[in-house]
């Protein structure tokens, strides 16, 4: 008979209505510098546990916060899998070199190994 069984969190309003306004803009192209500053975002904004929840250990609000979301996405369209964005946060690394994506190391300046 306890009735705090029944809570369960919420999901933010945001989610659905007005998250366009409200998202930050993604790079048309994802360079080097966007990618290595996506980064940077992520790892600063890291999730960080608290007594009501995840938060954003840097302006504290709930995880993931704006710039949270906006770097998992860049490094998303850099060709990031899910994984390797988590190592990087887990890594903790600010200035760590943002792996390269299968598909740019077949550039045009690479010979073929045979
Ligand atoms: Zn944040």
Same mark, same amino acid.
């Given at each position: 008979?306890?009735?705090?069984?029944?809570?369960?969190? *919420? &999901?933010?309003?945001?989610?659905?209505?007005?998250?366009?306004? @409200?998202?930050?803009? +993604?790079?048309?192209?994802?360079? /080097? =510098?966007?990618?290595?500053?996506?980064?940077?975002?992520?790892?600063?904004?890291?999730?960080?546990?608290?007594?009501?929840?995840?938060?954003?250990?840097?302006?504290? *609000? &709930?995880?993931?916060?704006?710039?949270?979301?906006?770097?998992? @996405?860049?490094?998303? +369209?850099?060709?990031?899998?899910? /994984? =390797?964005?988590?190592?990087?946060?887990?890594?903790?690394?600010?200035?760590?070199?943002?792996?390269?994506?299968?598909?740019?190391?077949?550039?045009?300046?690479?010979?073929?190994?045979?």
């Amino acid at each position: 008979m306890n009735s705090s069984s029944t809570l369960r969190p *919420s &999901p933010p309003a945001d989610e659905s209505t007005g998250t366009a306004l @409200r998202e930050i803009p +993604l790079p048309p192209y994802v360079t /080097a =510098e966007d990618a290595q500053f996506a980064v940077r975002a992520v790892v600063v904004h890291a999730p960080r546990r608290w007594s009501g929840g995840t938060v954003c250990r840097n302006d504290a *609000s &709930p995880h993931p916060c704006r710039l949270h979301r906006w770097g998992t @996405r860049v490094l998303a +369209l850099r060709g990031l899998r899910d /994984a =390797e964005i988590a190592a990087l946060i887990e890594r903790g690394d600010p200035a760590a070199p943002v792996p390269t994506p299968p598909d740019a190391r077949r550039g045009p300046f690479l010979t073929p190994g045979v």
